[in-house]
């Protein structure tokens, strides 16, 4: 029936064609390349490191995001760390080519480093392989950048590859050895792929040949795209093939086809690369025709319209391209364009943006035969109204996201498959998706190693342009049989919680009217669940003799309602055993059972994130890091964060009284944040807490309003006091304004050192000028590429006059403590709120939790767009807002972002009062109340005229998601 009927064994062999004593550290693993009758038919043997001669260390199994060995097949390799160090492979068939996989240390400028390393055959020099980590090592969020230091390394490996020269038998020594580790302290060798690779095609009869008819450079040493051009117009124009010869091909921008065949002497041996050096969003490529209206909505050269380009074959040569970074306006991709009734065949593409970018509309268009490696984004996108059309038997691995993905943005992609192809590794994101879409066949595949934020297989109504208005959303009967998910889904480094390795999605709206048919499937060692549901609600899903075996956390993972119909669904090795199903959405979620099933029987919903249990070959092996962690949810999509508003009108600026700290608690804003470590950080009383900008982004400012000008003597600076917080000087100018516009320079520029031994705090002594809002500007950290701050402490008094509040700055506030809710602090005496507007707006807010950077802060900064959201699935949750003082409320007014896209729900709030913090008495018991777009999502909760200063609501329920969300908590003395 399923891939594990026909026993483990087969799956295993490929990964121990050279298990031997060397290795008993590592762990046998699933081979993607070992599933019979799934997945690519390749042309080469692919033997792991960890598994041949070595006298190097073998790392892993590791899947934790960020560590090096997470991106290795079976999250294992092989690290090297000395000269004579090497990994030795024995061929179990004859070749006379590697390609290997491989990762090195990057460089400290970021361009990465360039080394090589000694290939010997038998015990013999043959030559030596140039190897460079130019092509891995990206960092912080989307779209990613070159910058060490910065957060989320990834995109560690790289492959390269050589011909041997001659064909060398079965039983022959292949070994990689360290020569040197003055250009590299290590190499770590993940894999090595070994083919026969067959003699270079000749020349079809009559045809077009671009070195000797039109001059084109095989050599590489000039600029061919001209030639390349002028030989594929004459082939369309004279209806003959295009020949590339052998030769190394350097094209400045990508060639235009339409009606020609373009034919190589074979992968191996035609290889077109290059960009252009001045304009580096050109690049080697073979592009169609662009459709107008079409999936591009960019600019369009004569030479490019008309399309789409029909009558069009590519075969048998490489596109080896020169991209270094991921810039997703670009044009700089393998393939793009349209091309209808149009084949690729036996093409390796490899350093290039996309492999195979192509927007429609466009019709019967397949890729069949081919390897997609080492890509900065997908390796294959359906964009915009492509159909009939196909991925068939192709190799991808290392792509920068999606490994092949449809996404009908403006068009609907309709009776599309992607069928027999082996998707390992993508570094982001799923191995195989389809967003939308119509009819779509998703067969006799094989997904492994997710990196992260995606799964092996994902279904789903999102991203943009994907709706039934549109006809874009998924529609007609999407199959999915015989697929295989080994290792596949992972954690979601946003979200903080695990992604499944077959997941369903109705973000943009709900999957329905839709049939879903996964069968005869294979999930095997998912590295959390097994299957997911979030966003939105899915239907109409049907499981048929499926085979879950290993799960890093659960079989089911509900946090969406869903309608699936479960027969023959058989789950083991399970790391919740008992409760193999995780439902916080309660009836809403439903599996109808179709019989046949198993080890499905148990459900819970804890609040908490249970630390994964990897497996391979269905036996536990390691996890993540040990403990739980609040599950933090899904981003809420349905309202983005706007700019830090200008205070209501109806609040008249409270101007701080005291001599102690005047910003704690008031308004901050900044230029950026970073993971959200938001500017309301600073100016919460916690030194441990911390507002962190943008990384590699300088210049980053935060600033506070302090509610009214008055004369400042100083501003205290702290980092969190833990010593692993290790000595920085940060570079800092202090300027100040009184309406938030017009800003003067306090301190000019100066280096500040924060050192752990001294309480990581400095002081900077301030002129007596007028000021109501203060700024730091910082220009440098030499810790961190990023400005740093856990505490912003302003210090004066005197003459504090009232001026009017501008809106300065586009980060909204938040507050994201979690502890409990403070005593006001000692230091500074409490200011009453003035006014009968109001009262909460700029207050200090806390929470028992937030979702990423949705902190209480946005409930209390009068605008309605940015919320508050608490951890997900954790109910109860609570928001309070501290007013100064204690005051006789009369009501309470609270919303949701106004936007339509947020549904009518209903939430269930108790609402308690506090005179000190600690001790609180009921003012409104457990109420539902419903907020209705229809109604400006609004609702309002009358109070009894006890005194009040900490106001708190607690939520314990939510019929629109499973967290509390509040985009204004607004509090009225009338």
Same mark, same amino acid.
């Given at each position: 029936?399923?891939t594990?009927?026909l026993?483990a064994?087969?799956?295993?062999?490929?990964a121990?064609?050279n #298990?031997g004593?060397?290795?008993?550290?590592a762990? $046998?693993?699933?081979?993607p390349l070992?599933v019979?009758n799934r997945?690519a038919?390749?042309?080469?043997?692919e033997q792991e490191?960890?598994y041949? #001669?070595?006298?190097?260390?073998?790392?892993g199994p590791?899947r934790?995001y960020?560590?090096?060995v997470?991106e290795?097949?079976?999250?294992?390799?092989?690290?090297l760390?000395a000269?004579?160090?090497?990994?030795?492979?024995?061929l179990?068939?004859?070749?006379n080519?590697?390609d290997f996989?491989?990762?090195l240390?990057d460089?400290p400028d970021?361009?990465?480093r360039d080394?090589s390393m000694d290939l010997?055959?038998?015990?013999?020099?043959l030559?030596?392989?140039?190897?460079?980590?130019?092509y891995s090592w990206?960092?912080?969020?989307?779209p990613?950048?070159?910058n060490?230091?910065?957060t989320?390394?990834?995109?560690?490996?790289?492959?390269?590859?050589?011909?041997?020269?001659?064909?060398?038998? /079965?039983?022959?020594?292949i070994?990689?050895?360290v020569s040197s580790?003055a250009q590299?302290?290590?190499?770590?060798?993940d894999?090595a792929?070994?083919?026969?690779?067959?003699a270079?095609?000749?020349?079809?009869a009559? #045809?077009?040949?671009?070195?000797?008819?039109?001059?084109?450079d095989?050599?590489?040493?000039t600029?061919s795209?001209?030639?390349?051009?002028?030989?594929?117009?004459?082939? /369309?124009?004279q209806?003959?093939?295009?020949?590339?010869?052998?030769g190394?091909f350097?094209?400045?921008?990508?060639v235009?086809?339409d009606?020609v065949?373009l034919?190589?002497a074979g992968?191996w041996?035609?290889v077109?690369?290059g960009?252009?050096?001045i304009?580096?969003?050109r690049?080697a490529?073979?592009?169609?025709k662009y459709v107008?209206g079409?999936?591009?909505?960019?600019?369009?050269?004569?030479?490019e319209?008309?399309?789409p380009s029909?009558?069009?074959t590519l075969?048998d040569?490489a596109?080896?391209?020169?991209v270094r970074?991921r810039v997703d306006?670009d044009q700089v991709?393998?393939?793009?364009?349209?091309?209808?009734?149009?084949?690729v065949?036996?093409l390796?593409i490899?350093?290039t943006?996309?492999?195979?970018?192509?927007?429609?509309?466009?019709d019967h268009f397949?890729?069949k035969?081919s390897r997609?490696?080492?890509?900065?984004?997908?390796?294959v996108?359906f964009?915009?109204?492509?159909?009939n059309?196909t991925?068939?038997n192709?190799?991808?691995?290392?792509?920068?996201?999606d490994?092949?993905?449809s996404w009908?943005e403006?068009l #609907?992609?309709?009776n599309?498959?992607?069928?027999?192809n082996t998707v390992?590794l993508p570094?982001?994101a799923n191995?195989?998706?389809t967003?939308?879409g119509k009819?779509?066949t998703i067969?006799d595949?094989?997904?492994?190693d997710t990196i992260?934020n995606?799964g092996?297989?994902?279904?789903a109504n999102?991203?943009?342009?994907?709706?039934?208005g549109?006809?874009t959303a998924v529609?007609?009967?999407?199959?999915?049989a015989?697929?295989?998910?080994?290792r596949a889904?992972?954690s979601?480094y946003?979200?903080q919680f695990?992604v499944?390795a077959? @997941?369903f999605d109705?973000l943009n709206e709900p999957i329905?009217?839709a049939?879903?048919?996964i069968?005869d499937t294979?999930?095997?060692d998912s590295s959390y669940?097994?299957i997911q549901?979030i966003d939105?609600?899915s239907?109409g899903?049907?499981l048929?003799n499926?085979?879950?075996d290993?799960?890093?956390?659960?079989a089911?993972?509900?946090?969406?309602?869903?309608?699936?119909k479960?027969?023959?669904?058989k789950?083991k090795?399970i790391?919740?055993?008992?409760?193999?199903?995780?439902?916080?959405?309660?009836?809403g979620?439903q599996i109808?059972?179709g019989?046949g099933?198993?080890g499905?029987s148990g459900?819970?919903?804890?609040?908490q994130?249970p630390?994964p249990?990897?497996t391979y070959?269905?036996?536990?092996?390691g996890g993540?890091?040990?403990g739980?962690?609040s599950?933090?949810p899904s981003?809420?999509?349905?309202a983005?964060a706007?700019?830090s508003?200008?205070?209501?009108a109806?609040?008249?600026?409270?101007?701080p009284?005291?001599?102690g700290?005047?910003?704690?608690? *008031?308004?901050?804003?900044?230029?950026?944040?970073?993971a959200?470590l938001?500017?309301?950080?600073?100016?919460?009383?916690?030194?441990n807490s911390?507002?962190?900008?943008?990384?590699?982004?300088?210049?980053q400012?935060?600033?506070?309003d302090?509610?009214?000008s008055?004369?400042?003597?100083?501003?205290v600076?702290?980092?969190p006091?833990?010593t692993?917080?290790?000595?920085?000087?940060?570079t800092?100018?202090v300027?100040?304004?009184t309406d938030?516009?017009n800003?003067?320079?306090l301190?000019?520029s100066?280096?500040y050192?924060f050192?752990?031994a001294?309480?990581?705090?400095?002081?900077?002594?301030l002129?007596?000028?007028?000021?109501?809002?203060?700024r730091?500007t910082?220009?440098g950290?030499?810790?961190w590429p990023a400005?740093?701050?856990s505490e912003?402490?302003?210090f004066?008094?005197?003459?504090?006059?009232?001026?009017p509040s501008?809106?300065p700055s586009?980060?909204?506030?938040?507050s994201?403590?979690?502890?409990?809710?403070?005593?006001?602090s000692?230091s500074?005496?409490?200011?009453c709120p003035?006014g009968t507007g109001?009262?909460?707006?700029? *207050?200090p807010?806390?929470?028992?939790g937030?979702?990423?950077?949705y902190?209480p802060g946005n409930?209390v900064d009068?605008?309605?767009?940015?919320?508050?959201?608490?951890?997900?699935?954790a109910?109860?949750q @609570?928001?309070q807002?501290?007013?100064?003082?204690?005051?006789?409320l009369?009501?309470?007014?609270l919303?949701?972002?106004?936007a339509t896209? @947020? /549904?009518?729900r209903t939430?269930?709030v108790?609402v308690q009062?506090?005179t000190?913090?600690t001790?609180?008495?009921?003012?409104?018991?457990?109420?539902?109340?419903t907020f209705d777009?229809?109604?400006?999502?609004t609702?309002?909760v009358?109070?009894?005229a006890t005194?009040t200063?900490?106001?708190r609501?607690t939520v314990?329920?939510?019929t629109?998601? $499973?967290?509390?969300q509040?985009?204004?908590l607004?509090?009225?003395?009338?």
């Amino acid at each position: 029936m399923t891939t594990l009927a026909l026993g483990a064994t087969g799956l295993l062999a490929a990964a121990f064609v050279n #298990a031997g004593s060397a290795h008993a550290a590592a762990v $046998p693993a699933l081979s993607p390349l070992a599933v019979p009758n799934r997945g690519a038919s390749v042309p080469f043997i692919e033997q792991e490191a960890e598994y041949a #001669a070595t006298n190097g260390t073998v790392v892993g199994p590791d899947r934790l995001y960020g560590h090096l060995v997470s991106e290795a097949s079976g999250r294992q390799a092989v690290t090297l760390n000395a000269t004579g160090q090497y990994v030795e492979f024995t061929l179990t068939a004859p070749a006379n080519s590697i390609d290997f996989r491989y990762s090195l240390p990057d460089s400290p400028d970021g361009k990465g480093r360039d080394a090589s390393m000694d290939l010997l055959v038998n015990g013999q020099k043959l030559k030596s392989v140039d190897v460079t980590s130019k092509y891995s090592w990206y960092y912080g969020g989307y779209p990613f950048n070159n910058n060490p230091g910065d957060t989320n390394p990834h995109h560690f490996f790289d492959e390269t590859r050589t011909l041997l020269g001659t064909s060398y038998p /079965a039983g022959t020594k292949i070994r990689l050895q360290v020569s040197s580790t003055a250009q590299s302290p290590t190499f770590t060798i993940d894999l090595a792929d070994f083919e026969n690779v067959a003699a270079p095609i000749a020349k079809p009869a009559n #045809a077009i040949d671009v070195v000797t008819d039109f001059g084109a450079d095989p050599t590489g040493a000039t600029d061919s795209t001209a030639k390349f051009q002028a030989a594929v117009n004459a082939g /369309a124009a004279q209806g003959r093939t295009v020949y590339i010869p052998q030769g190394n091909f350097t094209l400045y921008d990508h060639v235009v086809v339409d009606k020609v065949t373009l034919a190589g002497a074979g992968p191996w041996y035609s290889v077109l690369g290059g960009r252009d050096p001045i304009n580096r969003n050109r690049a080697a490529g073979i592009y169609g025709k662009y459709v107008a209206g079409g999936g591009y909505g960019g600019g369009v050269r004569p030479q490019e319209a008309g399309g789409p380009s029909q009558n069009v074959t590519l075969k048998d040569f490489a596109i080896i391209g020169d991209v270094r970074e991921r810039v997703d306006d670009d044009q700089v991709n393998a393939l793009g364009g349209a091309m209808s009734n149009s084949t690729v065949d036996n093409l390796w593409i490899q350093h290039t943006k996309v492999g195979a970018w192509m927007d429609g509309p466009m019709d019967h268009f397949t890729i069949k035969n081919s390897r997609i490696l080492d890509q900065t984004a997908d390796g294959v996108n359906f964009h915009t109204g492509v159909t009939n059309s196909t991925v068939t038997n192709t190799f991808l691995r290392n792509t920068g996201d999606d490994g092949l993905a449809s996404w009908p943005e403006r068009l #609907a992609n309709v009776n599309d498959s992607f069928t027999h192809n082996t998707v390992v590794l993508p570094i982001l994101a799923n191995n195989i998706v389809t967003y939308g879409g119509k009819d779509f066949t998703i067969s006799d595949n094989v997904m492994a190693d997710t990196i992260t934020n995606g799964g092996g297989l994902h279904i789903a109504n999102r991203y943009p342009g994907v709706t039934s208005g549109n006809g874009t959303a998924v529609a007609g009967t999407i199959t999915a049989a015989r697929n295989t998910m080994i290792r596949a889904g992972n954690s979601d480094y946003n979200w903080q919680f695990g992604v499944g390795a077959l @997941w369903f999605d109705g973000l943009n709206e709900p999957i329905a009217g839709a049939t879903i048919n996964i069968t005869d499937t294979d999930i095997l060692d998912s590295s959390y669940e097994a299957i997911q549901t979030i966003d939105g609600s899915s239907s109409g899903i049907n499981l048929t003799n499926v085979n879950i075996d290993g799960a890093g956390t659960y079989a089911v993972q509900a946090q969406a309602n869903a309608q699936m119909k479960f027969t023959n669904v058989k789950a083991k090795n399970i790391a919740q055993a008992a409760t193999p199903i995780h439902n916080c959405v309660g009836t809403g979620f439903q599996i109808t059972d179709g019989g046949g099933n198993s080890g499905l029987s148990g459900t819970t919903c804890t609040g908490q994130w249970p630390a994964p249990v990897w497996t391979y070959n269905g036996v536990p092996v390691g996890g993540g890091n040990g403990g739980t962690s609040s599950p933090s949810p899904s981003p809420s999509t349905s309202a983005p964060a706007s700019p830090s508003p200008s205070p209501s009108a109806s609040s008249t600026p409270a101007c701080p009284s005291g001599t102690g700290n005047l910003a704690q608690g *008031r308004p901050a804003t900044a230029s950026g944040t970073n993971a959200g470590l938001g500017a309301g950080n600073a100016v919460d009383g916690d030194a441990n807490s911390y507002w962190e900008s943008a990384n590699g982004a300088f210049p980053q400012w935060i600033q506070v309003d302090l509610g009214c000008s008055t004369s400042l003597t100083k501003a205290v600076l702290k980092l969190p006091p833990a010593t692993a917080w290790a000595s920085r000087t940060q570079t800092v100018t202090v300027q100040g304004s009184t309406d938030g516009t017009n800003f003067t320079t306090l301190v000019g520029s100066t280096g500040y050192t924060f050192d752990p031994a001294t309480g990581n705090t400095v002081t900077v002594n301030l002129p007596a000028t007028p000021t109501r809002y203060l700024r730091l500007t910082v220009t440098g950290n030499t810790g961190w590429p990023a400005a740093q701050l856990s505490e912003f402490q302003v210090f004066g008094g005197g003459n504090g006059t009232s001026s009017p509040s501008s809106s300065p700055s586009s980060s909204p506030s938040s507050s994201p403590s979690t502890s409990a809710s403070p005593s006001p602090s000692a230091s500074a005496t409490a200011t009453c709120p003035a006014g009968t507007g109001n009262l909460a707006q700029g *207050r200090p807010a806390t929470a028992s939790g937030t979702s990423q950077n949705y902190g209480p802060g946005n409930a209390v900064d009068g605008d309605a767009n940015t919320y508050w959201e608490s951890a997900n699935n954790a109910f109860p949750q @609570w928001i309070q807002v501290d007013l100064g003082c204690s005051r006789a409320l009369t009501k309470a007014v609270l919303k949701l972002p106004p936007a339509t896209a @947020w /549904a009518s729900r209903t939430q269930t709030v108790t609402v308690q009062g506090s005179t000190d913090g600690t001790n609180f008495t009921t003012l409104v018991g457990s109420t539902g109340y419903t907020f209705d777009p229809a109604t400006g999502n609004t609702v309002t909760v009358n109070l009894p005229a006890t005194p009040t200063r900490y106001l708190r609501l607690t939520v314990t329920g939510n019929t629109g998601w $499973p967290a509390a969300q509040l985009s204004e908590l607004q509090a009225f003395t009338s």
